[in-house]
């Protein structure tokens, strides 16, 4: 864990983007080919570990996997053998909790699978599920460091389901094992993210029934026999919002192209009222930004943003709240940052006070953010992935250089980001 990323700050970035395939969607998609025993097709995955992590893993308990281009796989999951399933694999990210639904479909029963790994951004107990699967009458054991789960033959398995949060990944893996089997269960309080829906159109391509994907409440009809199928990952809606905030913090002009304009509505409105200049091309899935460094606005005037809240989708994404904190530096005002949803998301912000950020941290959820302030260069160190990004986006922003190190968890969910915004303009480069 000590790469890290040398970046020069201060240059406007301008010139086009593209936005890669959706991380959070590639992954409950490459567990949903265990459902199978018949080939799947997957396109448009991003190059990041991550993904390439879940491949390993499924290639690891028996899946046949080929690479037909640099973003499509084709993979059969015929002989699957879940005792090969490594602790190590199952510890590297939170999304290994995805191989849970489809092994029980698939076998009735999981044995003493570690708990998933992944960003140490809070308790992110897997409480949701486990208790999911027990109301669909599994017996579920937990141990100190693995825990057991075996569905029950016997009993008959209710017609609804309630998770206890609007959980992603628990949502995710009722999605999953609900898809196998051959009744309509309603599933409440159902996580809207957009690669819960795109999981959905997935499991319908399989065979599957599925009503209601994208909103709180889903009925899933399952078939015993899923067939294979093909299918191309939708874009990175936390990506784009990335390259959104960047190009709004260290200013530019700027072109975000394939990006699910849809997904970012709360994000755009929110930037837009602040007074930033984005402008929308739905048809083309584009959007341009025109902004001064320092989110200063081209009437000579400063975005203001007196609060930014994450919720579960359709609300500001958590995953983009670092890299909010790091544009309230630019804008007029103090900014309250509110995250309801993680109790340990503000270390980055925490890292800001390096590069000159007077910052109040208020509690575990919530935190102040000064501006306008001029961000100087410092070393800094992310401590999970999206904050990482974010680090980037100071670097960008910042007078000097910033080194960004251990960008190991930036590379499990950012495709060649250096590389990317190097072609925009910004003097950033990977250390050896
Ligand atoms: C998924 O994690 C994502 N990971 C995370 O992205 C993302 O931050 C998270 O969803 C939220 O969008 C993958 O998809 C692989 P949760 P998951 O169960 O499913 C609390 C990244 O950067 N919460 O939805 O583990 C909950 O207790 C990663 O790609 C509420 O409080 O997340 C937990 O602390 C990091 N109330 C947190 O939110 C609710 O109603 C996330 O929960 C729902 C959730």
Redesign the pocket.
């Known amino acids: 864990m000590n790469r890290a990323f040398v970046i020069h700050g201060g240059n406007e970035l301008s010139g086009a983007i593209e936005v890669r395939g959706s991380?959070?969607s590639a992954?409950?998609i490459l567990a949903a080919t265990l459902l199978t025993k018949e080939k799947c097709r997957i396109r448009n995955l991003p190059r990041v570990l991550?993904v390439m992590a879940m491949i390993e893993t499924l290639e690891q308990i028996g899946a046949k996997v080929k690479w037909l281009d640099k973003r499509t796989i084709e993979i059969e999951n015929r002989n699957i053998h879940p005792a090969n399933l490594s602790k190590d694999s199952v510890k590297k990210?939170?999304?290994s909790?995805?191989l849970l639904g489809p092994l029980l479909a698939r076998f009735g029963h999981v044995e003493k699978m570690r708990y998933?790994g992944?960003?140490k951004?809070?308790?992110?107990?897997?409480d949701?599920h486990l208790k999911a699967f027990a109301d669909l009458g599994a017996k579920v054991t937990c141990g100190r460091n693995f825990f057991s789960v075996e569905m029950s033959r016997l009993r008959k398995l209710p017609d609804t389901v309630t998770l206890q949060?609007?959980?992603?990944?628990?949502?995710?893996n009722m999605l999953l094992f609900l898809s196998s089997i051959p009744k309509t269960t309603k599933l409440n309080?159902a996580?809207c993210?957009p690669?819960v829906r795109d999981l959905a159109v997935f499991l319908s391509k399989m065979g599957a029934r599925i009503r209601g994907a994208g909103s709180s409440t889903m009925r899933i009809r399952g078939a015993k026999k899923l067939r294979g199928a093909s299918h191309k990952v939708i874009p990175d809606y936390?990506e784009a919002g990335t390259f959104l905030l960047a190009a709004l913090a260290a200013g530019g002009s700027v072109l975000i192209k394939n990006a699910p304009l849809f997904d970012l509505d709360l994000v755009i409105s929110t930037l837009q009222t602040a007074g930033a200049d984005i402008r929308l091309f739905p048809k083309k899935k584009t959007i341009e930004i025109y902004s001064l460094k320092g989110a200063r606005l081209l009437n000579g005037k400063r975005m203001v943003i007196q609060k930014i809240q994450t919720l579960?989708?359709p609300g500001i994404?958590?995953?983009l709240q670092s890299a909010f904190g790091v544009l309230a530096t630019q804008t007029r005002g103090s900014t309250l940052i509110h995250d309801?949803?993680?109790?340990k998301r503000f270390e980055t912000l925490k890292e800001l006070r390096k590069m000159g950020v007077a910052l109040k941290i208020c509690d575990s959820h919530q935190a102040l953010i000064p501006g306008p302030v001029k961000l100087r260069g410092a070393d800094v160190t992310c401590y999970?992935?999206?904050g990482g990004a974010a680090l980037i986006i100071a670097g960008l922003a910042a007078q000097g250089t910033t080194i960004v190190r251990d960008v190991e968890h930036i590379e499990?969910?950012y495709e060649d980001i250096a590389g990317r915004l190097r072609a925009l303009g910004a003097d950033i480069k990977k250390t050896t």
């Open positions: 991380k959070n992954l409950p991550d990210m939170r999304a909790i995805l998933p992944g960003d951004i809070g308790a992110r107990p897997i949701t949060e609007f959980s992603v990944t628990a949502t995710e309080i996580a993210e690669h936390i579960p989708h994404p958590t995953d309801p949803l993680y109790e999970d992935l999206r499990r969910g």
